[in-house]
């Protein structure tokens, strides 16, 4: 099993910029689609973006599309969300996590995914 771990939320101002980080231990995930989730209390949690296995296919929900950007270095074997134009809605408790089938298209609903962090707090005040 692997393990993920979320660093790089924060308290930022709107228009503001965070960057969040997801480094996984334990085995590779080179091979599997990665994604980062956003869950606020009270509602389901949702995608915001996702990264295929090999970097060349993206998916962003259209909130987020033209602000953040989605990436990864699997020499590092780890997953990165820039966020920018950071907007009051955007607080959440931000999640990584891996797809559960190998290779394969950026993957949108969070049952595609099979590993979670345990989530990083960004907070955007007005």
């Known amino acids: 099993q692997v393990q993920l771990v979320e660093s790089g939320g924060g308290l930022v101002q709107a228009g503001g910029s965070l960057r969040l980080s997801c480094a996984a231990s334990g085995r590779t995930v080179s091979a599997y689609g990665m994604g980062w989730f956003r869950q606020v209390p009270g509602k389901e949690r949702e995608i915001v973006a996702a990264?295929?296995?090999?970097?060349?296919?993206?998916y962003y929900a259209d909130s987020v599309k033209g602000r953040f950007t989605v990436s990864r270095d699997n020499a590092k074997n780890a997953v990165s969300l820039q966020m920018n134009s950071l907007k009051p809605e955007d607080t959440a408790i931000y999640y990584c996590?891996?797809?559960?089938?190998?290779?394969?298209?950026?993957?949108?609903?969070?049952?595609?995914?099979?590993?979670w962090g345990q989530g990083t707090q960004v907070t955007v005040s007005s």
């Open positions: 996590a891996v797809a559960r089938s190998r290779f394969g298209v950026a993957w949108r609903s969070l049952y595609d995914y099979g590993d």
């Open positions: 990264i295929n296995w090999g970097g060349g296919s993206t």
